[in-house]
């Protein structure tokens, strides 16, 4: 019989990626096994209780104390102070996620192809932290002053510490995620709204869209084991890539960024299975047009868009495509809190979530240097909209030509600034920016000043509104 270390070896991976894989794939029957739980007070206690043993068998038994750490800060500054549980639980629990980031050097484990538990602590995190300022937002009593997603996900009631370890540890979704919210994960557990089984349209079987999910997974892993081979990071530091001309260097990173995504949507689409086959990743019914049936939407499960991360129409879409729950959290937790209420976001407020996201992964030169390319895109992207946005609407050819434009230039920035995500050391990921003449960096910057400098006509809807007024 084929050992661990063997079984590894075939797969190409390290014993501790094999272990996190098994987990995450006995996953998806604990999950299916959740349905059969009689109600809601032994859901709770099985979710919690099936999530903590799957992170015991990947990780070890550390790894629940780290876990159980993150879970009583929230927790106890819900009960101990509520006025002011969320910035105390964003505080507190983000400074562990660091200490522990730290204290196991985890970018470097994951760089050499390593496993540790600090990528279920980062889904944990967010988790803990969204449902204590969840729950502080329950005080607020002006709803005029509440945001849309503030409303729906606020908290009048303190969950019980079984239905706070449920949602937390939920069948092992911690593992990979997505994120979800407390009062979505409550009244899933509980059989209420559109979980409902005496609703209008009540929940259809999962079956079918569990296995396409696992088909998905499973179609991905081929594709890397394929792609891994043949494009690998560590070439970029290697004489001969330096040999290389422009275009065939500039090429392979974009194949290195391009390979590298395939490990998460192995992950997300396997974690997608998971939350589909218990129910959870059900999210409502809806039609395309009048005329046709209502259909079943799982974006609930959904954490990536394939499509329009690798075909983008522009920089500003990809936080909606990619890692697509821990968007919507940076937006509800960060984005929005920091503009006041009328008012728009700008760039301030995109670089606090772009700094947080890259806290959130890790103290490293890459991911601060990515994070922070991201940001410089984005405010890129924004410019050639405007820039769009003069075009008259009758010339349809000239609009398809800019928006493939915006496609191009988002293709070449995140793939070549992303390379510092992949390497994480900063001369590393200097030698590779100045192989390509920092081309994912310099091209947004030269878009941004010359949105400042070139002043652009107002349009007629901007003259007439002014005129209006």
């Not at 349905?35 to 629940?64: C, D, K």
């Not at 769009?388 to 800019?402: D, G, R, T």
């Amino acid at each position: 019989m084929m050992t661990m270390d063997e079984f590894a070896q075939v797969l190409g991976i390290s014993v501790g990626v094999l272990r996190y894989l098994l987990c995450f794939l006995a996953s998806i029957p604990c999950s299916w096994l959740w349905r059969y739980m009689p109600n809601a007070t032994t859901r709770h206690l099985y979710a919690a209780v099936t999530g903590a043993l799957l992170s015991y068998f990947s990780f070890g038994a550390i790894s629940n104390v780290y876990f159980a750490m993150l879970m009583l800060v929230s927790y106890v500054s819900m009960l101990v102070s509520r006025r002011h549980c969320g910035s105390i639980t964003f505080v507190l629990a983000f400074a562990l996620l660091v200490t522990c980031h730290v204290m196991y050097m985890s970018g470097d484990i994951w760089k050499s192809g390593g496993m540790d538990s600090t990528g279920a602590m980062m889904v944990l995190t967010l988790k803990v932290t969204s449902a204590a300022i969840n729950y502080q937002d329950g005080l607020i009593k002006d709803e005029d002053s509440l945001r849309s997603a503030q409303k729906k996900y606020r908290l009048q009631d303190l969950p019980s510490p079984i239905a706070f370890a449920g949602y937390c540890l939920s069948c092992g979704t911690h593992l990979a995620g997505p994120v979800f919210e407390i009062k979505d994960y409550m009244d899933w557990t509980e059989d209420k709204g559109i979980w409902s089984p005496t609703a209008a349209m009540p929940p259809p079987s999962p079956y079918k869209f569990a296995i396409f999910a696992v088909f998905k997974g499973f179609l991905y892993m081929a594709i890397y084991r394929y792609l891994m081979i043949h494009f690998v990071i560590h070439k970029l530091s290697e004489p001969e890539y330096l040999e290389w001309g422009f275009w065939h260097r500039a090429g392979y990173q974009y194949l290195c960024a391009f390979t590298a995504r395939w490990k998460y949507y192995i992950v997300w689409s396997l974690s997608e299975a998971s939350m589909i086959i218990s129910g959870f990743g059900f999210s409502g019914w809806t039609k395309a047009s009048p005329s046709q049936e209502q259909q079943p939407k799982w974006t609930r499960a959904q954490n990536v868009d394939i499509l329009r991360v690798e075909l983008p129409k522009s920089a500003v879409d990809i936080p909606q495509y990619w890692n697509i729950h821990v968007g919507i959290w940076l937006r509800h937790y960060v984005y929005e809190r920091l503009t006041k209420k009328g008012e728009k976001p700008g760039f301030m407020q995109l670089l606090a979530a772009q700094v947080t996201s890259a806290v959130w992964h890790g103290l490293y030169a890459g991911y601060m240097l990515f994070f922070g390319n991201t940001v410089f895109m984005i405010a890129g992207a924004r410019v050639l909209y405007r820039w769009q946005k003069l075009i008259p609407e009758n010339a349809a050819l000239a609009q398809h030509l800019f928006t493939l434009v915006n496609g191009i230039y988002t293709i070449v920035v995140i793939n070549l600034s992303c390379i510092a995500f992949l390497v994480l050391d900063y001369a590393d990921t200097m030698a590779a920016y100045r192989s390509v003449y920092y081309i994912g960096t310099s091209i947004p910057i030269l878009i941004i000043i010359l949105g400042s400098v070139i002043k652009l006509p107002r349009t007629e809807r901007k003259l007439r509104v002014k005129k209006e007024e």
